[in-house]
């Protein structure tokens, strides 16, 4: 059906030219679609937009459940499905735009663009020009975000004293560095790297972007700790989102986004309690039968006996070959967590490539907490292979429609690399059980 892939090509434009984070993260060469910017723009929190997406959402749903799905092939139906499912998800949250969290969280915003501003790939000069032109602007952005926290509270839906005094601190933590920020940091290293740049152009870009970080990042980071403090006080729920109104309607929904089911909050508490129950037992059995190899695992001492991140990689990407698919051939690096997000961010992430350009991969580290090698084995193998790396990577592969780039469930996303990382104990090179205690 050609005309639902032209529905299907106008969605994933309408999508990804929605913000300038959403369209750069997404595609190296948008022009190669036929698609651009006018203006780099942030995505938006104002109340009065949100009529506006309903309408968009509504009017999208509407033209997607026009088509004759028996006219459909196996693959569109496949992205019906998914946006069908998915739309009517989203419309069901309907008045319920204040129950959304933007400061506070692992994922927050103020912990999570410090690092997708230094990942901002520098592509071409028009790629920095872009970028400084963010970051010149984010002070307005702050200030939508702030106005939109007002009325969370004026709402009565206001976070609680804790979550923004970790919120505070998270900002705090980040503008704490000056200097060595890590938005100046990294830009001079990407700056560096752009052969097409002469020293005088290069000179030039550092020093509009330390401007913008001190005349700009740094006073928007300040406005987010000055709101929060002055809100604080006003979250009258300290019992979770499910105190609120309607807050287990919108739970529901969370959990219904977070997982991909359809299941009841009942049917999976079922679930995880049989499967803690399962696990337990299992963990008994291994103890009844052989309580030394039991205490010598938990022991804390190292059983792995490799410290190299990327030794690592390539060592899960040939042996996983053994029971997976060939990985496409591609590239990563390792980097790690900037000490002033340490508190702040997540124990390891993959940063999802462009759908244009999958060779080139990065997995970020958190030193935050000593780890030994054992935990950075599985870390790395629920990060890269057989986890997140390959998943993705093999996936843009398939050269699939490009909508479906667009669709993360985090359900089957975390639910497929935590098989990874405990199917990859299988390659595992661990030091053996000292003689005297017999394997299990």
């Not at 520098?122 to 952005?141: E, G, R």
Request: proline share 4%.
């Amino acid at each position: 059906n050609e005309a639902f892939n032209a529905f299907l090509e106008d969605y994933f434009t309408e999508s990804v030219t929605s913000d300038s984070i959403t369209l750069h993260y997404t595609l190296k060469d948008p022009s190669a679609y036929g698609i651009s910017l006018a203006e780099p723009i942030w995505s938006t929190h104002d109340i009065n937009d949100f009529d506006y997406y309903t309408e968009d959402l509504n009017a999208d749903y509407a033209n997607l459940t026009s088509f004759d799905y028996t006219t459909l092939d196996k693959d569109q139906q496949q992205i019906y499905d998914i946006m069908n499912w998915d739309m009517s998800l989203d419309l069901s949250t309907t008045g319920l735009e204040y129950y959304s969290d933007i400061f506070s969280g692992s994922s927050s915003f103020q912990s999570s663009i410090p690092t997708t501003m230094a990942e901002y790939q520098f592509y071409t000069p028009s790629d920095v020009d872009n970028y400084l032109s963010l970051l010149n602007s984010l002070p307005a952005y702050i200030d939508t975000l702030c106005t939109f926290e007002q009325n969370k509270s004026a709402a009565g839906l206001f976070m609680s004293d804790t979550s923004a005094d970790n919120a505070i601190t998270q900002c705090t933590d980040f503008i704490a560095h000056v200097d060595d920020n890590l938005l100046i940091t990294t830009f001079d290293t990407r700056i560096d790297a752009m052969d097409s740049l002469t020293d005088e152009e290069k000179a030039a870009y550092k020093t509009a972007n330390i401007t913008a970080v001190k005349e700009s990042v740094i006073p928007a980071y300040e406005a987010i700790i000055d709101i929060l403090t002055n809100l604080k006080g006003t979250g009258v729920n300290d019992g979770g989102i499910c105190n609120f109104d309607q807050g287990k309607e919108y739970y529901e929904y969370l959990v219904k986004s977070g997982t991909g089911s359809d299941k009841t909050i009942e049917e999976l508490t079922t679930m995880i309690e049989d499967s803690f129950e399962s696990s337990l037992t299992d963990m008994y059995s291994v103890y009844s039968n052989n309580p030394d190899a039991y205490d010598y695992f938990y022991s804390g001492d190292d059983l792995y006996t490799n410290s190299d991140p990327t030794e690592i990689l390539n060592t899960l990407k040939t042996a996983t070959t053994e029971d997976f698919p060939t990985p496409p051939e591609v590239s990563f690096s390792i980097k790690y967590v900037d000490k002033s997000l340490e508190d702040s961010v997540s124990p390891a992430f993959y940063m999802t490539p462009p759908i244009d350009d999958v060779t080139n991969n990065v997995i970020y580290i958190n030193n935050s907490e000593e780890n030994g090698n054992s935990d950075l084995f599985s870390t790395l193998a629920h990060e890269g292979y057989p986890g997140h790396m390959y998943q993705i990577t093999s996936f843009y592969a398939s050269n699939p429609n490009p909508v479906r780039c667009l669709y993360s469930f985090l359900g089957y996303c975390e639910g497929w690399a935590t098989y990874a990382e405990v199917k990859a104990y299988d390659y595992a090179d661990y030091v053996k059980y000292p003689e005297d205690i017999a394997t299990i």
